[in-house]
Structure formats: C-alpha cells, structure tokens
C-alpha cells in the first residue's frame, strides 16, 4: 500500500525507448530551424523520413544530473532532436556527426551504440568540443576505445560521464588509470562494471579525476571489502562529494576505509544500501566527526540490528541529515526512537521494516517541530491502531508529498484515523476507504438481529498466490472461539487460539448473505481460466448442512468471483488475522 505520489515522467519513460541516439543542443537557431536542418545535413537520416518531424522537446534520454547530484544547474535554454530510426550503422552516423548543424552541442546519449570502431570516431569529432554530458550506457567500448576517449582532445570540457554496464573484460577497467582528456570531469558513472584490484586502486589515484565530485561504482564486480580499501587508500579524489557504493559487499572494513579517507572530507552523499554492513560498521561512521558535510545518508538493507542503530544515535554530526533511509536494517523500537530523537528537521526519512512498532511512530508524531519532512516510509513494523493514530493527527505530516505506512495493523481504529486525517487527505485513496469499510465492527440494526446457529462453524482456508501472499487457515465457531494454523509468508506459524466478540460473528454472518446473493453456485460459460492471484476457500456448517465455495472454481466474470476476494477479506479483518499473518 505505497501511497506515492505519481511521478510525472512516464512520458518521457515511454519516449526513450523509441531510439537510442539523441542529442541535446544550445543554439541560437530556432527549435524548429534546428531540428530541420539535423534531418536536411544527415545524408542516412534522409532514407529514414520520420527526423524531419522529431519532437524538439522529445526525452531519449534522462537529465544530465539527478537531483541528489551536486552537479551546477544549466542555466542555457536547450532543444533537443532525436533521431527515432537507426541508420544503417552507428560508424556512418558518427562520420557525418560534423555535419549536423548543432554549434553549441551540450549532451550527446549513445546508450548500446558505441564499440571500440565507433569510440575512435567518436574521440575524432571536433564538434564535441563543447560537450558537457556524454552517455554510453550498455556499451562495449572495449579498453581501445576507453583510451581513444580518454586522450581526446575534443573531450577536455566534459564534465559528465556515464559508463554503466560498459565494461565486459577487466582490461577495459584497468584503461582508467589513464585519462588525460577528463580533468574537467565532475560525474562519472561506472556502476555495475567489472574491476581488477589493480585497475581499481589506480582509479583511486588517477590525477586527472582531482575534481571529480560524483562518483557511482554501485553493483559493481570486483569492488568489495577486500579491494575497496585500497581504493580509499590511493589518496586521490579529494573534491569528492558524492559516492555510490549500492550493491558493493564492501562491508564493515569499506566502511572503515570510506571512514578513513580524510580526503573526503566533503562528502555531501553516501549510498551504502546493501553493501553487507554490520552491526559494528555504524560505530565508525558516528566517530567520523570530519564527514560534518553529510546531508544524505543511505544504509538501507544492511544487518545494523540495534547495536547499529543506537551508535548512529549517539553521532551528533549526523543530526542535520536531510535524507536517511535505514530501510530493513532491523534495527528495532529503542534504536529507532533514539535516532529519531537526534534528528533535527529531515526532508526524506525511510524506517520501512524495522519494527519500530507503536513507540517509533509516536516519536514521528511527536516531532512537531519538523517543517521539511516531505517523504516518509514506514511500511512493516508493526505499528498498530495506537500509532497510526499519533501519525494520522500529527500536523507536521501535512507537508508530506509521499507516504509508505503498508504492511502494518491499523485495525478498524486506525483505518478510520487515516481516512478521516485533516493532514493526509492527499493520500486518501479507494483503497484506503475500501479498508476502513472492511475493518469496520459497526453493527446495524438489521445485522444485530440476525441469529447464530447452535452448530454454527466458518472456516477460511487463504492458499496464497504466485508470490507472498499469506498462507493460513482461521476457523470461527457459534460461540465466538477461533482456532488460527500458519503455514507461510505470515508472522505466526503453527496454531493459535483466542476469541471473538459475538457482534463480529454476526456481522460475518453478513458478509456471507451479501456473497451468496451473486448466486456462487451458478453455472455458466467461463471461458479461459487463468488464476494467479490469491485463492480462497470457505467452508460454511449451520443448521446440520455444510456448502464450500472455492475461488477456483468461480467464473472469473461472474459477480461471485470478486465478492469471494471481499468476503475472504472481511473475514479476515473481522477476525484480526493481522495480529498473526502481517510480516514486517
């Protein structure tokens, strides 16, 4: 239940799919005088026919920096021309690229395009003299075609560079060590590529990349605790301001070195986020008194526990963070309310799956004087209608533009909370209405008369999806008695006793009359049958007769097969199987 808002690039999502070649110019000329004479100057460009009516505005490609970037906004007006078809090859367009009418070129995007040929033509075109941002994503420009780039000299004011997934063979990483053409260089991406130890620790000391400040080897092979140390070692990158490790096993002992590096005294932002981090590793992160310049922090998926947690707590140059996700660090309800204490007024703060329960949401609540906070997740810890309660009438929450609070038990109560909160009516969705209706214990007139049967029994068999969904069987008798068994993807495995209000049996009793009005036993054509969503079953005794109903069984089309998934869900809701099946 991930209420975020939507984002609003799906568009431009769908446009970088039409072709991989794109380029981003400032010129003097009109939008439209510049995409004209790209199409008239192209000699393959001609037998495609579709350049001359290319978009001027159209996206093939992200911006030229992401907005954790520390990278200096453009403040030029740009245009930019794609070409939607291929040419006969990528060499034959690259040859002609002087041609092309773009004066001021500024990015120029060949993801998959570039081998080692076309790199060598490419590093040959005068007209990237003003290039600021050059893509390669996905190509194999092989170690030749690195070092063509590297000694360009059309290339010496390039000031973003994206490599990712480029590197096929460890001789194309160790081609880094060398790079004149890129002392200009401010963001390089080399994220999920292949590195030697050698190649890696030279990358660390290469002096052309001194004013390097972002820098990305996140998913990258080779890079891990026992070679990133050195890496940290080399000495090199002092104007470091951002480093991505994502994905990269450097451990407690990377995070030690990123520690000692007093060369990155800077760093602004540091992604760690399933770098196998420990519950010790926080310990020297929170005594890096020099790494006061921090603002973003992200040690999401790592096995911090507690211990972790409680010594990131005690850093008091980590209070002014304006973005932390500690996401599945399971760090607990102490740890966590101790690092909410600490800090002072986040923008971005992610908790999701680490049982910070009723307690860690009060500390949220209760933080009052937060102004920024505009993301929160808090999805699987275990809050219940208590604390979603505090988070639903806690003002500063009015701010917020995204907000993660699934996978938790907010009961009738807390449901009701969320619905009718003053300061999260963006959020309000179907959904969430949907669920304070199927929570709700309110007994009508009609329903409160209705009788229990002496022999009275309901059981609901839940028999999961292709996927998590939760695994378990929940039998209610006459007299209100439960008897719950799990089996997976559920909190509480094995049996399980407890009772339930009477009201609530009848109010059971409801939902069933209101699922055996779409006639479940009705036959018809259903044509194909295809099932890889949750299926239920309910076995209902009352009055010496028993009946099932079984979601497979049900016509897809057919108005019983929906009302089998909101009869299952009433059921459950009514019976508080929250309480036994939520995961964190």
Same mark, same amino acid.
């Not at 006061?292 to 409680?310: F, I, M, W, Y």
């Not at 099932?548 to 199987?577: G, W």
């Given at each position: 239940?991930?209420?975020?808002?939507?984002?609003?690039?799906?568009?431009?999502?769908?446009?970088?799919?039409?072709?991989?070649?794109?380029?981003?110019?400032?010129?003097?000329?009109?939008?439209?005088?510049?995409?004209?004479?790209?199409?008239?100057?192209?000699?393959?460009?001609?037998?495609?026919?579709?350049?001359?009516?290319?978009?001027?505005?159209?996206?093939?490609?992200?911006?030229?920096?992401?907005?954790?970037?520390?990278?200096?906004?453009?403040?030029?007006?740009?245009?930019?021309?794609?070409?939607?078809?291929?040419?006969?090859?990528?060499?034959?367009?690259?040859?002609?690229?002087?041609?092309?009418?773009?004066?001021?070129?500024?990015?120029?995007?060949?993801?998959?395009?570039?081998?080692?040929?076309?790199?060598?033509?490419?590093?040959?075109?005068?007209?990237?003299?003003?290039?600021?941002?050059?893509?390669?994503?996905?190509?194999?420009?092989?170690?030749?075609?690195?070092?063509?780039?590297?000694?360009?000299?059309?290339?010496?004011?390039?000031?973003?560079?994206?490599?990712?997934?480029?590197?096929?063979?460890?001789?194309?990483?160790?081609?880094?060590?060398?790079?004149?053409?890129?002392?200009?260089?401010?963001?390089?991406?080399?994220?999920?590529?292949?590195?030697?130890?050698?190649?890696?620790?030279?990358?660390?000391?290469?002096?052309?990349?001194?004013?390097?400040?972002?820098?990305?080897?996140?998913?990258?092979?080779?890079?891990?605790?026992?070679?990133?140390?050195?890496?940290?070692?080399?000495?090199?990158?002092?104007?470091?301001?951002?480093?991505?490790?994502?994905?990269?096993?450097?451990?407690?002992?990377?995070?030690?070195?990123?520690?000692?590096?007093?060369?990155?005294?800077?760093?602004?932002?540091?992604?760690?986020?399933?770098? =196998?981090?420990?519950?010790?590793?926080?310990?020297?992160?929170?005594?890096?008194?020099?790494?006061?310049?921090?603002?973003?922090?992200?040690?999401?998926?790592?096995?911090?526990?507690?211990?972790?947690?409680?010594?990131?707590?005690?850093?008091?140059?980590?209070?002014?963070?304006?973005?932390?996700?500690?996401?599945?660090?399971?760090?607990?309800?102490?740890?966590?309310?101790?690092?909410?204490?600490?800090?002072?007024?986040?923008?971005?703060?992610?908790?999701?799956?680490?049982?910070?329960?009723?307690?860690?949401?009060?500390?949220?609540?209760?933080?009052?004087?937060?102004?920024?906070?505009?993301?929160?997740?808090?999805?699987?810890?275990?809050?219940?209608?208590?604390?979603?309660?505090?988070?639903?009438?806690?003002?500063?929450?009015?701010?917020?533009?995204?907000?993660?609070?699934?996978?938790?038990?907010?009961?009738?109560?807390?449901?009701?909370?969320?619905?009718?909160?003053?300061?999260?009516?963006?959020?309000?969705?179907?959904?969430?209405?949907?669920?304070?209706?199927?929570?709700?214990?309110?007994?009508?007139?009609?329903?409160?008369?209705?009788?229990?049967?002496?022999?009275?029994?309901?059981?609901?068999?839940?028999?999961?999806?292709?996927?998590?969904?939760?695994?378990?069987?929940?039998?209610?008798?006459?007299?209100?008695?439960?008897?719950?068994?799990?089996?997976?993807?559920?909190?509480?495995?094995?049996?399980?006793?407890?009772?339930?209000?009477?009201?609530?049996?009848?109010?059971?009793?409801?939902?069933?009359?209101?699922?055996?009005?779409?006639?479940?036993?009705?036959?018809?054509?259903?044509?194909?049958?295809?099932?890889?969503?949750?299926?239920?079953?309910?076995?209902?005794?009352?009055?010496?007769?028993?009946?099932?109903?079984?979601?497979?069984?049900?016509?897809?089309?057919?108005?019983? =097969?929906?009302?089998?998934?909101?009869?299952?869900?009433?059921?459950?809701?009514?019976?508080?199987?929250?309480?036994?099946?939520?995961?964190?």
């Amino acid at each position: 239940m991930n209420h975020a808002t939507p984002r609003s690039g799906g568009q431009q999502a769908g446009r970088r799919s039409a072709g991989r070649w794109s380029a981003r110019s400032t010129s003097t000329a009109s939008p439209r005088r510049a995409t004209s004479s790209t199409a008239a100057r192209s000699p393959r460009s001609r037998s495609c026919g579709s350049t001359r009516s290319a978009s001027p505005t159209s996206a093939s490609a992200p911006t030229s920096s992401s907005p954790s970037s520390p990278a200096r906004p453009s403040s030029r007006a740009s245009t930019r021309s794609s070409s939607p078809c291929r040419p006969a090859g990528p060499p034959e367009l690259l040859l002609h690229l002087d041609r092309l009418q773009l004066p001021a070129l500024r990015r120029l995007v060949l993801r998959g395009w570039i081998g080692p040929r076309e790199a060598a033509i490419l590093a040959e075109r005068p007209l990237l003299a003003r290039l600021v941002e050059l893509d390669l994503t996905d190509s194999k420009p092989q170690a030749a075609g690195i070092a063509a780039l590297a000694r360009s000299p059309h290339l010496r004011g390039l000031e973003i560079l994206r490599l990712h997934h480029s590197f096929d063979t460890t001789a194309v990483s160790a081609a880094l060590a060398d790079t004149p053409a890129w002392t200009g260089l401010r963001e390089l991406d080399l994220s999920r590529n292949i590195f030697t130890p050698a190649a890696l620790r030279q990358l660390g000391r290469n002096p052309a990349l001194a004013g390097l400040e972002v820098l990305d080897l996140g998913g990258a092979i080779g890079v891990n605790a026992d070679t990133f140390p050195a890496f940290a070692r080399a000495g090199g990158l002092p104007r470091l301001a951002v480093l991505r490790l994502a994905g990269d096993r450097i451990g407690d002992a990377g995070l030690a070195a990123i520690v000692g590096a007093k060369q990155w005294s800077g760093l602004r932002e540091l992604s760690l986020r399933g770098t =196998h981090i420990g519950p010790r590793g926080p310990a020297a992160l929170a005594g890096a008194t020099h790494l006061a310049s921090l603002e973003r922090l992200d040690l999401s998926h790592n096995d911090l526990g507690p211990e972790g947690g409680h010594a990131l707590a005690n850093a008091p140059h980590l209070a002014r963070l304006r973005y932390l996700d500690l996401s599945r660090c399971d760090l607990g309800e102490q740890a966590a309310t101790a690092i909410l204490a600490r800090l002072t007024d986040p923008e971005t703060l992610a908790l999701d799956g680490n049982r910070i329960g009723d307690a860690g949401a009060r500390a949220i609540a209760g933080r009052t004087e937060w102004r920024r906070l505009h993301t929160l997740g808090v999805g699987g810890n275990r809050i219940g209608p208590d604390g979603i309660v505090a988070l639903a009438t806690a003002p500063q929450l009015a701010s917020l533009r995204r907000l993660d609070v699934s996978m938790n038990t907010p009961g009738e109560r807390g449901w009701r909370a969320l619905v009718e909160s003053p300061y999260l009516a963006r959020f309000v969705t179907r959904h969430w209405r949907r669920a304070s209706e199927i929570y709700s214990t309110v007994l009508g007139p009609e329903d409160a008369a209705r009788t229990i049967a002496a022999d009275f029994e309901l059981r609901l068999d839940r028999r999961g999806c292709f996927g998590n969904c939760p695994v378990f069987t929940i039998t209610v008798r006459a007299d209100g008695g439960l008897d719950y068994r799990g089996e997976r993807h559920v909190r509480e495995k094995g049996p399980a006793s407890d009772r339930v209000a009477l009201d609530r049996v009848k109010l059971i009793l409801a939902a069933l009359a209101r699922f055996e009005a779409t006639e479940p036993g009705k036959r018809g054509p259903c044509g194909v049958r295809v099932f890889d969503d949750e299926t239920f079953a309910v076995r209902v005794r009352r009055d010496g007769r028993t009946v099932e109903y079984d979601s497979e069984r049900l016509c897809p089309t057919a108005p019983a =097969h929906a009302a089998m998934f909101s009869l299952a869900y009433r059921i459950s809701a009514l019976l508080d199987t929250d309480r036994w099946t939520t995961m964190n």
